[in-house]
């Protein structure tokens, strides 16, 4: 008797905590699909508004199916509002700011981890240093130089002031530690030369930290909008950001075309989500706190 009370008991408490486990996650996944519609309700919007004509767009109640406007709406976007040359702009600044960029600072990691010089630590600090100094907190005295030797409305501003990484050094400087030191000792016995090491060693074994790099430096030169607004006058060289502040503008009838506006915002994101989808297993080694990187 006692045994079958004991038995019960157990199956009791059992179910008790089967249901109340069982209640847990449900709970928890109905939170994440909550927080995966909040994160997705503009993105939604997007692509709903891309499709639809301003009388769709301003009309109440909300209507919340695709229209009809997609052709008229990115065809305005590309060809109205020069979309199109603003994102080839975009594409090659962003390309050539990536490449100078991880070349400068594999060479600048290289240089303080494998070789002995004075006040090397004190260089590194220093370089930590302009971290704390973004572009926006020393724009005016940059936009004062980058005027004074002419190249005001030209590539050369767009790119040659982001070709120094204090981010990119520290990310290759740390990565460069974490290789043993007796690969640089057999390179060196062997008479492996500087530029050598670096392209056919420490490149390869630093692809995924490379390509980490690249979708950080692309997606923030992509995003540019402040400095191209102040440097750059001439339409032909504005960068795909204030292509989409054009957009954003009244037209004749003094209402902002939402429909346009969403067709430019989506076709402005396809270079960096394709860089992204191309380097995505990079990026997510580069980061990876593991010995896969």
């Not at 006692?2 to 847990?24: C, G, H, M, P, Q």
């Not at 940059?142 to 040659?160: E, P, Q």
């Not at 750059?232 to 989409?244: A, E, G, N």
């Amino acid at each position: 008797m006692v045994n079958n009370i004991a038995s019960l008991w157990e199956d009791l408490t059992s179910n008790k905590y089967r249901r109340r486990k069982a209640l847990k996650k449900i709970i928890i996944h109905i939170l994440i699909v909550l927080a995966v519609l909040v994160l997705m309700i503009p993105l939604l919007w997007a692509i709903i508004a891309s499709t639809q004509s301003p009388g769709q767009i301003y009309q109440y109640p909300p209507r919340l199916l695709p229209g009809n406007a997609f052709v008229r709406n990115f065809t305005i976007a590309w060809h109205r509002y020069n979309v199109g040359r603003g994102m080839l702009n975009s594409f090659y600044i962003a390309a050539v700011v990536s490449f100078v960029k991880i070349i400068l600072a594999l060479t600048s990691a290289m240089a303080l981890v494998y070789y002995d010089f004075p006040i090397k630590t004190g260089i590194f600090f220093f370089i930590l240093l302009t971290l704390l100094m973004p572009v926006p907190v020393r724009i005016v005295p940059l936009f004062d130089i980058v005027n004074d030797i002419g190249w005001a409305n030209s590539y050369w501003a767009l790119t040659v002031p982001f070709f120094a990484s204090a981010t990119g050094t520290f990310l290759f400087r740390q990565h460069f530690m974490s290789i043993p030191t007796s690969i640089a000792e057999a390179a060196r016995v062997d008479g492996i030369g500087p530029v050598r090491f670096l392209v056919q060693i420490l490149t390869p074994m630093s692809k995924n930290t490379i390509g980490a790099f690249v979708v950080i430096t692309f997606v923030y030169v992509w995003n540019q909008y402040l400095w191209p607004m102040l440097i750059i006058t001439t339409r032909s060289r504005q960068v795909v950001q204030l292509s989409m502040q054009q957009l954003t503008t009244s037209g004749p009838e003094q209402i902002v075309d939402w429909g346009v506006a969403m067709a430019g915002a989506l076709t402005a994101l396809i270079p960096p989500l394709i860089i992204f989808f191309l380097l995505q297993e990079q990026f997510m080694k580069g980061f990876a706190l593991s010995d896969e990187k």
